[in-house]
């Protein structure tokens, strides 16, 4: 649309210093001059405008003049919009960020919500008389029922459907969250487990743009920091899983593009588990360097993504209370 607007406004230009050097045919001569710059046939459909009044005349100038103010040509104008449209992509990661900020001040709150009517269960259940016997044990089955240890224990607290029990993963989680360790092959890793409640909300109301980010993590000390991000609702029927790279305190010191390979595998809880799992994502053969560059303002986009029909999710163990756990597996050895 705006090419049509450059071949009026040009037209309207010609015209007006047309007529001041002699008429028609200094339109003429404006207008192959303007068909040869541009390359627009468009442009010869046009040989026969002409403009009547002094006033008209004047206004086409002034406009003209105003638009492409220091312009010589089209070429010169559609430069400039691209610079536009560099500087509106811009602004859109701005707002992109104040956006993801948001939704990681709304997920603190929720985790802070959650411990605090945590400790407050407990502290009920310590105020309740025994049901269970001597020594004052509730009963497992009970629905004030909470496992012993901190907070943490309780996020990975999970139904079996038949009894409330405790997940098979619980001692692994606890045992590698947010650490390096060894593999069993030799090869050294570090792991993150993100837990997120309220799925089956999530992935029935959420809209299919609507996301959710972890909180952000370095891989090792003085590392990347990288971060996660679901989208439970994707086009009313899948649920995505991205990891992404975002702004640390060590990036000057650290080796860019990102190059180390990871996956990603949400758990499944349920006996023999088989968890849902990524394949091994190797930077340097996928996507562009652009997305492992080293972040400049806040996440880099994020390039790969574990997807899956919502129905998956549904079966096996992968949800239990209402909750999902995805694991993040950064490899730090070849």
Not at 49 to 70: E, F
Not at 98 to 110: N, W
Not at 122 to 151: F, Q, V, W
Not at 305 to 310: H, R, S, Y
Request: net charge negative.
């Amino acid at each position: 649309m705006w090419k049509a607007v450059v071949l009026y406004v040009a037209v309207l230009l010609c015209s007006a210093t047309s007529a001041q050097q002699g008429g028609a045919e200094g339109i003429q001569s404006m207008l192959n001059h303007l068909v040869q710059n541009t390359g627009s046939a468009d442009v010869q459909s046009l040989s026969y405008c002409r403009i009547s009044t002094r006033d008209l005349m004047s206004t086409a100038q002034s406009t003209a003049t105003r638009v492409l103010q220091g312009v010589c040509n089209p070429r010169e104008l559609n430069e400039r919009f691209e610079a536009i449209e560099q500087k509106m992509d811009e602004q859109f990661r701005v707002l992109q960020t104040m956006v993801m900020t948001l939704e990681e001040q709304l997920r603190q709150q929720d985790n802070s919500i959650k411990k605090n009517h945590a400790k407050l269960r407990k502290t009920l259940r310590a105020l309740r008389p025994e049901t269970g016997g001597e020594g004052g044990a509730l009963d497992p089955h009970s629905t004030d029922y909470l496992p012993g240890g901190d907070e943490e224990e309780y996020e990975y607290h999970y139904d079996t459907g038949r009894e409330d029990s405790v997940s098979p993963r619980l001692t692994e989680i606890q045992r590698y969250n947010s650490t390096m360790h060894q593999q069993e092959d030799g090869k050294r890793v570090f792991t993150y487990y993100w837990r997120i409640g309220d799925i089956e909300h999530k992935m029935e109301n959420w809209g299919g743009r609507r996301s959710l980010r972890s909180s952000s993590f370095y891989i090792f000390q003085g590392g990347y920091r990288m971060y996660m991000r679901i989208f439970p609702n994707q086009r009313g029927e899948s649920f995505y899983i991205h990891v992404g790279l975002t702004q640390g305190d060590y990036d000057n010191t650290l080796d860019w593009p990102f190059r180390l390979r990871h996956r990603v595998q949400v758990l499944d809880h349920g006996p023999s588990p088989q968890d849902l799992s990524s394949r091994i994502w190797d930077p340097t053969q996928l996507c562009s360097a652009w997305h492992w560059r080293r972040p400049d303002s806040g996440d880099n986009y994020e390039c790969v993504g574990l997807g899956f029909a919502k129905d998956t999710l549904m079966s096996r163990g992968f949800i239990n209370r209402d909750s999902v756990v995805i694991k993040l597996t950064v490899f730090l050895t070849e």
